[in-house]
């Protein structure tokens, strides 16, 4: 069984940065999809970014495009997802995730999931 944890939320200004970070138990990356979604308080849960661990590929959500960046560090087996530009909007619980399919994944593909951490956008 594979688990994710994640780390690096908190409080910050409109326009700072942030940095999560996202480590799995096991050594499973290279051969899956990693994936950050994001759920705001009576909002449903929604796809950030994804990156396959192999080639390197990434996709973006169209508004977070340009601000955010996702990352892997292929020796400590661990996906990044850096903020920059931070808005209220952006206000969420942040999940990373991982899914076997390597393209095209969708909400239900993916099969382990973290706990989350808070991401608070002071206006």
């Known amino acids: 069984q594979v688990q994710l944890g994640e780390s690096g939320g908190g409080l910050v200004p409109a326009g700072g940065s942030l940095r999560l970070s996202c480590v799995a138990s096991?050594?499973?990356?290279?051969?899956?999809?990693m994936g950050w979604f994001r759920q705001a308080p009576g909002k449903e849960r929604e796809f950030v970014a994804s990156?396959?661990?192999?080639?390197?590929?990434?996709y973006y959500a169209d508004f977070v495009k340009g601000r955010f960046a996702i990352s892997r560090d292929t020796v400590k087996n661990t996906v990044y997802l850096q903020m920059n530009g931070l808005k209220p909007e952006d206000t969420a619980v942040y999940y990373c995730?991982?899914?076997?399919?390597?393209?095209?994944?969708?909400?239900?593909?993916?099969?382990?999931w973290g706990q989350g951490t808070q991401v608070t956008v002071s206006s």
């Open positions: 995730a991982s899914t076997p399919v390597r393209r095209s994944a969708r909400y239900g593909d993916y099969d382990y």
């Open positions: 990156i396959n661990w192999s080639v390197g590929s990434s």
């Open positions: 096991e050594r499973t990356f290279s051969r899956r999809t």
